[in-house]
């Protein structure tokens, strides 16, 4: 918004040198002839709910799939509180189905009275019907274990589930990753060092 010299300082105009009003009326309204802010990009990110963090450590993982997860109300209400443990669940097929076993969903004080919250129930995997074949053949043929690895949010509404397909790992496997996340963290810490200069 500019003055323009030959007017009385009450006549306003805008950049593009048009009269938009006298600015001692009291009816006036200012104009700015500004762009409209460009709408931020909306990416739909995931937020983790729990990881198991043993399932790594005891399984070499062939293969990762994402399920859904057949939920009841009290327990989505407890899942957005963290109220989730993953660390001695797994999965398990039965009748053509994957279900969940062992994952530990605690209800909150305020649950309803009037549903029976059992934390530890089996909760049905939700998965096309092309996958769940595919994960009952690697189970009867190759002797795959399921084991879920994380839990988090899909689009801020959608429970979704990680399980890996693989085998559990011998000792001397689970040695030389102990010893190979030693040598990272070691690492780490030397360049920290070398670039502070110590």
């Known amino acids: ?48 709910i729990a990881r198991n963090k043993r399932a790594t450590f005891d399984y070499k993982f062939e293969e990762k799939m994402e399920a859904g997860l057949s939920l009841m109300g009290w327990e989505v209400k407890s899942i957005r509180m963290g109220k989730v443990n993953l660390s001695e669940s797994y999965v398990f097929m039965r009748d053509g189905e994957a279900f969940l076993f062992g994952c530990t969903i605690a209800p909150l004080n305020t649950a309803s009275t009037h549903v029976v919250c059992d934390p530890m129930r089996s909760r049905k995997l939700l998965l096309k ?36 397909l693989g085998k559990g790992k011998k000792e001397h496997d689970k040695r030389e990753d102990t010893k190979d996340r030693e040598w990272q963290v070691e690492k780490a810490r030397t360049m920290k060092k070398a670039v502070r200069g110590e």
């Open 129 to 164: 019907r092309k996958e769940l074949d595919k994960l009952q053949a690697l189970v009867d043929r190759k002797g795959y274990s399921i084991v879920p690895i994380s839990m988090y949010w899909q689009k801020g509404a959608w429970v979704k589930i990680e399980i890996g």
């Open 1 to 48: 918004m500019i003055l323009h010299k030959k007017q009385s300082k009450a006549a306003v105009f805008t950049k593009n040198n048009k009269l938009i009003g006298n600015s001692n009326s009291k009816n006036f309204v200012p104009e700015y002839n500004s762009q409209p802010m460009a709408k931020k990009n909306s990416k739909n990110s995931s937020a983790s």
